[in-house]
């Protein structure tokens, strides 16, 4: 039995822009038991997705110019259609 797993993606320059990672749900629960992470052409994550046991979670994440660290996040919690959103800006 699986118990947890990684991936990682990478273009042709050896750039990450995907990775994936979770564990099996028989083994742990069920908040978030894995998430998908798209990267840009730099390498920086800019939108997460989650599975949540009502739904599912996306987080946008937004850059200031050429800095490596998001400067704000999006978060949107789906709550069975329901969007619960949350805006965050990262010091």
Known sequence: MEIYFMKYEYDKAGVLFHRQFGHNLLWGATTNPGRDGYYDDRGRLVYE???????????YY???????????ALYLDDNLGADFPEFVRYR
């Open 62 to 72: 937004i850059y200031e110019g050429e800095e490596e660290k998001p400067s704000y």
């Open 49 to 59: 997705y989650g599975y949540i046991t009502h739904g599912s979670t996306d987080t």
